[in-house]
């Protein structure tokens, strides 16, 4: 033990040996004879068990220290902490440390970097955690199905969002299935409209005619051609977008099958019973009930009623051209043609 320690040793012990003593109530004697111990023996008892007690626990904290550095060594962040502590502890009890188990200070700053680093990682690492069990719980856990192609698109949009979460996550995503972050797509200069969809007509003389309410206006198309319209007649009533933008240079033959009319039965051709029913403001039972009879062309897809567009659509302007007419006749006592009644409904004439 060096003079400076030793001083503050002797120091820290007279100091806690007044206090006992007072509480006591005796006197405690500090003089020191020719070869300077404590006079008073019972103080050079007491000075001797201090002086047990610290060495004990001295070689305690070097113990500790050892076993952080043999232990602890691949847990940069954690060996920092614990060795911290020891050393906290060590300076609280005026006792030394074991200095060659300490880091220097150039192994220290790589240690508290390292322990920053660890820190932060594991924050993010917790909030990413916490969002991808909210986005379970609300039904959006279908991202890992999803292509790689999907999955850097998202990526790249949710960082226009600003949001490091999400970025994080897709970002994990891509890790995980150890695939490449694509890059950003060129863009390509567009206007777009956005609206509900609202009127469907074709006509072999003046050809498709559409119409889309925005929020400030109306969006009406015509001269569309009549192959097209009939495709658009299963989103009536969807909220839709009319994009307008450059011609590509080159097109591949599954994007010019878009725009060109074909007689192959397209995916929009045929709907579920229940989705038909709920766009055309028609009963499924009722639908159901004209494929029963034959009235709409349909099929069994897995046990899920199919129906065609065209068919059901042209059944229930029918349906609703009968049940204008009933209501005409019940309000007026007369039957009109189905002409008139088409008209009253709005429906096309055929």
């Known amino acids: 033990m060096n003079d400076d320690a ?12 007044k206090r006992c003593a007072d509480d006591a109530g005796r006197e405690a004697s500090f003089a020191r004879g020719e070869d300077g111990d404590y006079q008073q023996v019972e103080m050079r008892r007491a000075f001797a068990g201090w002086l047990g007690a610290s060495s004990l626990v001295a070689h305690q904290i070097m113990g500790l220290a050892r076993t952080a550095k043999d232990r ?9 902490g614990f060795l911290q502590f020891l050393e906290h502890a060590a300076q609280l009890l005026d006792v030394t440390s074991d200095a060659s188990s300490v880091p220097q200070p150039d192994a220290r700053r790589d240690i508290d970097a390292a322990a920053f680093d660890d820190a932060a990682l594991e924050g993010f690492n917790r909030a990413m955690k916490k969002k991808m069990a909210k986005a379970r719980a609300a039904g959006r856990a279908g991202w890992w199905s999803a292509p790689a192609s999907e999955l850097s698109t998202a990526l790249h949009a949710h960082a226009g969002k600003g949001d490091p979460l999400d970025v994080g996550v897709l970002a994990m995503m891509h890790w995980y299935l150890t695939v490449p972050i694509a890059p950003l797509a060129e863009t390509v200069d567009q206007a777009v409209a956005a609206g509900e969809l609202t009127t469907v007509s074709s006509d072999r003389h003046i050809a498709g005619q559409l119409e889309i309410r925005m929020p400030a206006s109306t969006v009406r198309v015509s001269g569309f051609p009549n192959e097209l319209t009939r495709r658009c007649k299963p989103l009536l009533w969807e909220q839709v977008e009319i994009v307008i933008r450059a011609a590509q240079p080159a097109r591949s033959a599954s994007e010019a099958a878009v725009l060109r009319p074909s007689d192959s039965a397209a995916s929009t051709e045929w709907l579920a019973a229940g989705r038909a029913a709920f766009q055309i403001g028609i009963e499924l039972d009722t639908v159901r009930a004209w494929a029963d009879a034959n ?8 046990g899920t009623l199919m129906v065609a567009c065209r ?9 609703w ?22 008209i009253l409904v709005g429906g096309e004439q055929t």
């Open 6 to 17: 030793k001083n503050v040793t002797i120091e820290a012990f007279e100091a806690a040996m």
């Open 321 to 342: 051209r009968e049940q204008a007419s009933k209501q005409n006749a019940a309000t007026h006592g007369a039957a009109v043609s189905p002409t008139e009644a088409a």
């Open 311 to 319: 068919s059901v659509l042209a059944r229930s302007h029918r349906h």
């Open 295 to 302: 009235e709409i062309e349909h099929r069994d897809d897995n």
């Open 72 to 80: 602890f060594g691949g847990n940069a962040a954690f060996q920092s």
